[in-house]
């Protein structure tokens, strides 16, 4: 690397330290990769190194990256009519909802439209509660719904503690269906403990007062937490024993990540109100959604619907939804998920052969994460849910590890996810494979056997 090139670096990562703020982490004393460009399923530095994407970024990328067919989408919108206000129609917020009706399950067939997944949440929320006149939302504890004030309520993951006393009132949190960590100790009826739990809530909390049902189609950041056969048509029947809607955050498990267009088909059941962003545009421009059942719908149309988005519907982001859209249809993606999904299933469990420290490994196509152990018998997690900088030691050096050997994917805790773009060659997922166990190796360090 030449001197000028790291001049460059360094002014780039000055500038953006010096005046910008980054998610989730202390600013001092950060070095984050200077992305220069992104082509498939690597992103390469300002000096030219590649980092094989194995959790498509915030597993949003669905598509890889640099593809023509929306660069080509977004220019052409843009030159047509780039922003009016969400008042008015335009041709392609009429087809993307459209498309979006045609592939939803059930009556979902009117969508309102977000510029992010958090956004949608919140306005999932707020529309159930509008429409029920009830005030409650119940969901799980090991769940993420987004970064603002009303999803991070809604969610139970621990970043929203040092908010949590001025915390969004009125969301009720129940257990996971954890099979590998049953807070019941009963393996193989995980699911029907785990129901009967949120149903003696719902009664304890009022069943009137609820409004909506809360989960992820498939569980994500907080651990790909896999919902045994039953589970979410339990859910489906509690929802409507006690009138009660069941919102499906499909935000990260949504457009062919799980091997289905929505995770929530692996299970059979149609929620009320549906979530989306992320692979919605695969992250090239922010858009988001809510797309709602029919009868929803029709309650608002002799009354005001009380949302509303100065960028709802931004006619570029349309344009980028249409487009991928096209890619995962023209390209078999989703069904792609499935197949390659299947063939990480089987490198992993060669992993596991080599590597002690992996406990388990979840997986629905191309959303998985491995659980890391300090043994496998008592299952002591390798860094606790939650843990403190003074004990996530093993964690920030396999992180480092992973950018030193030219990767990227999500990892925290004792988790390390794999969530690459759909489009991932099995070559590639081999190259991130042996990635991952030079990884692992260091987590190995800390097994008691």
Not at 234 to 245: E, F, Q, S, T
Request: glycine share 10%; with cysteine.
């Amino acid at each position: 690397m030449t001197i000028k090139v790291q001049s460059e670096i360094d002014a780039i990562k000055q500038d953006n330290m010096r005046y910008t703020l980054f998610s989730w982490g202390k600013q001092g004393g950060l070095n984050p990769i200077v992305a220069d460009r992104a082509e498939g399923v690597y992103v390469y530095d300002k000096a030219g190194k590649a980092y094989l994407d194995f959790s498509s970024q915030l597993m949003n990328v669905n598509i890889g990256h640099g593809h023509p067919k929306v660069t080509e989408a977004v220019v052409k919108q843009m030159e047509k009519v780039s922003f009016v206000y969400p008042g008015m129609a335009t041709e392609v917020r009429g087809k993307l909802g459209k498309k979006l009706a045609e592939i939803a399950p059930g009556s979902l067939n009117k969508t309102f439209f977000t510029l992010g997944g958090a956004e949608a949440v919140e306005n999932a929320m707020k529309l159930a509660k509008v429409y029920t006149g009830r005030h409650k939302i119940v969901s799980l504890y090991r769940s993420y719904h987004g970064g603002t004030h009303g999803a991070m309520a809604a969610g139970g993951d621990p970043r929203k503690h040092p908010i949590d006393s001025q915390i969004m009132p009125n969301v009720v949190h129940v257990d996971n269906p954890y099979q590998y960590r049953c807070a019941y100790g009963c393996e193989g009826v995980c699911a029907s403990r785990c129901l009967e739990q949120m149903e003696n809530i719902i009664k304890y909390e009022n069943p009137s007062s609820i409004a909506a049902i809360l989960i992820e189609g498939e569980s994500g950041s907080s651990g790909c937490i896999k919902y045994p056969p039953g589970y979410w048509q339990g859910v489906r029947k509690i929802a409507d024993k006690y009138g009660i809607l069941l919102i499906d955050d499909e935000v990260m498990s949504g457009f062919g990540r799980t091997g289905k267009m929505f995770a929530v088909e692996n299970h059979g059941v149609v929620p009320d109100i549906l979530c989306m962003a992320k692979g919605l545009t695969a992250g090239y421009v922010p858009l988001g959604g809510i797309i709602v059942k029919d009868e929803i719908a029709a309650a608002f149309e002799e009354k005001a619907l009380p949302l509303g988005l100065t960028y709802s519907a931004h006619p570029v982001s349309c344009a980028a939804a249409l487009a991928v859209l096209e890619v995962y249809e023209e390209e078999n993606l989703v069904e792609r998920a499935a197949e390659m999904g299947r063939y990480v299933e089987a490198k992993v469990e060669e992993l596991k052969e080599k590597h002690p420290s992996i406990g388990d490994f979840r997986n629905t196509g191309l959303l998985g994460c491995i659980e890391l152990v300090r043994n496998r018998a008592t299952k002591e997690p390798l860094v606790p849910w939650n843990a403190k900088p003074a004990d996530s030691e093993p964690t920030y050096r396999m992180i480092a590890k992973i950018k030193e050997l030219g990767m990227f994917t999500f990892a925290k805790w004792n988790f390390i996810f794999i969530a690459p773009p759909l489009n991932i060659t099995k070559e590639e997922v081999d190259k991130g494979i042996d990635i991952l166990s030079q990884v692992i190796a260091i987590a190995d360090e800390y097994y008691v056997a």
